[in-house]
């Protein structure tokens, strides 16, 4: 073998040796993301089960942002925000907890009127075929609610949101 193929072996072989650390060292990084998502995803679709096992007539008093309303007295309820373990809250998130829970309004009254396209209002929450801007926090029978994580991830913040009905119909 002469010099010239030597050289050009080496670098072959160094080019292909460098692909491979770089495919190593990005499907790391892609299988992290990949688990953080999965375990938001979860932890979104665990919160929507909690909800849909609530008795319709206490999910917004338990779940809406106000204490003026929690069934127990003030501070009793859950409350809009939680915990999701495995996943680093975003810098400055409020009782540092990354899950909130989003309904038509923060409570403690419930308005049919309330401008939300991603909740699909204005909606007659009390299916009695008007939409009005009367309280309806004690008297709805759907309500639409969103569920957002947000996290602080290796490549910056990430959020995923699920938004569903609940029916006590």
């Known amino acids: 073998m002469t010099l010239v193929e030597l050289t050009v072996s080496i670098t072959v072989l160094t080019v292909a040796l460098c692909a491979v650390a770089s495919t ?4 790391g990084a892609l299988n992290q ?5 999965e375990v938001a995803r979860r932890a979104a679709e665990n919160m929507i089960e909690v909800l849909r096992n609530t008795p319709i007539a206490n999910v917004f008093a338990l779940y809406d942002t106000s204490t003026a309303d929690d069934p127990g007295g003030a501070g009793t309820a859950p409350g809009a925000r939680f915990a999701v373990p495995g996943l680093k809250p975003l810098p400055g998130a409020p009782g540092g907890m990354a899950g909130t829970i989003f309904l038509p309004s923060a409570g403690p009254t419930l308005r049919e009127d309330t401008i939300d396209a991603t909740l699909g209002l204005p909606r007659d929450l009390n299916t009695d075929g008007v939409v009005d801007a009367k309280d309806h926090a004690s008297d709805y029978q759907v309500l639409p609610v969103r569920v957002r994580i947000q996290w602080s991830s290796q490549h910056g913040p990430r959020t995923i949101e699920l938004t569903t ?3 006590g119909l």
């Open 165 to 167: 009905l609940l029916s």
């Open 33 to 37: 993301q990949s688990h953080e998502t």
């Open 24 to 27: 190593v060292v990005t499907t």
